[in-house]
């Protein structure tokens, strides 16, 4: 979408298992859209706080930017702009942008994006369509110089954005000059599965980018359209938070530690009377054989259900090697998903191992990396020294994003 955006694109590597169950992730539904709405991850709430920085305020929405082309909006952003952030980076700043409404929402994100421009600074926007068009129009001939992806497929599965920020970081970034990015991986109509693992996914950018190459990046949070527990936790998840045109540090940040420790939301509970395999290492052609046989029988196509085999033989591979050379696998369908658990003995306390690709030496660790490239989704949880990996393909045909090959630029969308 727009100028090319980094071709290579990598995920991650391998698992953790689950715990109790997740207490209701459902928002409240403003802004009904498609698909499953979603809800909050979180716990108590938090206050905002002030230094000065590039406002916000009256937005578009995750995936549905609502009440799209009114020009007023525009207008008003042109009328009433705001002072550019004087933040500069001089380690990786993480930031929320609490926005309700279209004009918050240019308000928030055009001064930070020309700050960067002016600077000289790469720039690369990953959001829904209907906001990159958003963002070109107000932007006019500015929006030539920004990179643009689209979040909707780049993070269809969220364990693939981090993999995405770091090609940008590692191609366009050069000795004494920062970049700047935003990204918008939560909107409304989320699944609460898909919640969690985005909230899963603002924490570990901590970890992923905290010690390394100084950086901005600004991800914008709908308040009219997400739950309150999805905002609250986006204050834990994030550095400094940007609310009503101010920015501060946000006091409930959880600390770079913390955001690397085992993830302990639970799995939902396991449905009874499903398919169920105990395997040991002679046994990873019955587990392909089961999932496969599984997925095809509720309505999955051949190449997903191939796709989804294989995931499962690489993290069926794993139990073995590291969780006491045996495990279990299981197989449901629910809400239009496919859904393989496999659970193991061991322990996984590697937060980004999912989510590094694989090093060109054979025997380097690439089985949940693989099956993050091949699934719609992927749940790792470690819970009273038992891991559980869960896999979800969708049942619906859906954008997947394709590795591209070295020299290629741009992103390879295949249906």
């Not at 009874?272 to 054989?289: C, N, P, Q």
């Not at 099956?371 to 619906?396: K, P, S, W, Y």
């Amino acid at each position: 979408v727009g100028r090319g955006f980094p071709s290579r694109w990598v995920r991650g590597r391998r698992r953790s298992a689950p715990g109790p169950e997740p207490r209701q992730l459902l928002r409240r539904q403003r802004d009904q859209g498609p698909g499953q709405p979603c809800a909050g991850a979180g716990a108590e709430p938090a206050p905002p706080g002030p230094r000065p920085a590039a406002p916000a305020r009256d937005g578009p929405q995750g995936h549905r930017l609502g009440r799209s082309s009114r020009p007023r909006a525009l207008q008003l952003w042109r009328r009433r702009l705001i002072e550019p952030s004087t933040a500069r980076a001089d380690r990786f700043r993480h930031e929320a942008l609490f926005y309700s409404g279209r004009s918050e929402f240019i308000n928030g994100t055009v001064p930070f994006i020309r700050e960067g421009l002016t600077a000289g600074e790469p720039v690369l926007v990953v959001e829904s369509l209907e906001k990159i068009q958003t963002l070109r129009t107000a932007l006019e001939e500015d929006a030539d110089r920004v990179f643009f992806a689209d979040m909707s497929a780049v993070g269809a599965n969220p364990a693939r954005i981090i993999p995405a920020w770091r090609d940008f970081v590692t191609r366009y970034g050069v000795p004494g000059k920062s970049l700047r990015g935003i990204g918008e991986p939560i909107w409304s109509t989320r699944t609460a599965d898909e919640l969690v693992e985005c909230q899963r996914h603002e924490s570990l950018l901590n970890v992923a980018f905290g010690h390394g190459r100084p950086w901005l990046l600004l991800c914008p949070y709908d308040t009219a359209a997400l739950d309150s527990a999805v905002i609250d936790e986006a204050r834990r998840s994030h550095e400094f938070v940007v609310d009503g045109g101010s920015s501060r540090e946000s006091e409930h940040f959880r600390g770079i530690e913390a955001c690397g420790a085992p993830f302990s939301v639970p799995l939902r509970p396991t449905p009874a009377g499903i398919d169920e395999l105990t395997f040991e290492r002679d046994g990873l052609r019955h587990v392909r054989e089961l999932v496969r046989k599984h997925s095809i029988v509720v309505g999955l196509d051949q190449s997903k259900a191939d796709n989804l085999a294989l995931a499962a033989n690489e993290v069926a591979t794993n139990s073995i090697v590291h969780g006491g050379g045996r495990g279990t696998v299981r197989v449901w369908e629910d809400a239009g998903r496919v859904i393989c658990e496999v659970r193991d003995r061991g322990v996984f306390d590697l937060p980004l191992a999912d989510r590094v690709a694989p090093g060109p030496d054979p025997s380097s660790p690439r089985g949940l990396w693989l099956a993050n490239q091949l699934c719609d989704l992927l749940q790792i949880r470690t819970f009273h020294g038992e891991t559980a990996v869960r896999l979800h393909m969708r049942l619906d045909p859906r954008v997947n994003l394709r590795v591209l090959p070295g020299g290629s630029n741009g992103v390879d969308l295949a249906h």
